[in-house]
């Protein structure tokens, strides 16, 4: 791996991957689990939504060709996000990218006074919920280097340098 000059302690590290990690593999299975299920469709979230971006639900659930694109982007993206932040693979852009994915989610669904939701929700949550604080630490894991200390973005730093010295 790349030795890379930090301030980090090694408890400070490890702990940041292993969040980077445990998000990568909640991301990745949630994909894993929509992509293995013939019958999964976001149609059901989108009809619950009730806050900012009801309106772009009410345009996807309208066409049934708009709700196949976002039902296989959104597969897709779960995968790929997961991906690149289990294995430290183009990180900051999949931590970033798994931010705005999960605000979105959270935009169409928040847990806000004087909104109900027909499926029962996880938990009793007032603004804040598990979908809010992993959106955000996606945002901070973003801005620092572990996939540069651990992952495929330090080994293609590695053959960069090596190739660049030849």
Not at 9 to 37: C, D, P, S, V
Not at 67 to 81: E, K, M, P, Y
Request: charged fraction near 15%.
């Amino acid at each position: 791996m790349l030795n890379m000059k930090n301030t980090y302690t090694r408890w400070q590290l490890l702990f940041l991957m292993a969040l980077r990690f445990l998000i990568g593999w909640h991301l990745l299975y949630e994909g894993i689990a929509k992509l293995l299920n013939p019958q999964w469709s976001s149609i059901g979230f989108l009809k619950e939504s009730q806050w900012i971006l009801s309106g772009f639900a009410k345009w996807v659930i309208s066409d049934p060709s708009i709700l196949s694109a976002v039902d296989f982007l959104n597969t897709w993206g779960l995968i790929a996000i997961g991906l690149g932040l289990i294995l430290g693979m183009f990180f900051r852009v999949a931590a970033l990218s798994g931010f705005v994915l999960l605000v979105v989610y959270y935009f169409n669904c928040p847990p806000l006074v004087g909104i109900e939701y027909s499926l029962p929700a996880d938990g009793n949550n007032l603004i804040v919920n598990k979908t809010l604080i992993e959106a955000f630490a996606l945002a901070v894991l973003a801005f620092f280097p572990t996939s540069r200390i651990l992952g495929m973005d330090a080994l293609m730093a590695g053959w960069k340098k090596k190739k660049e010295e030849k």
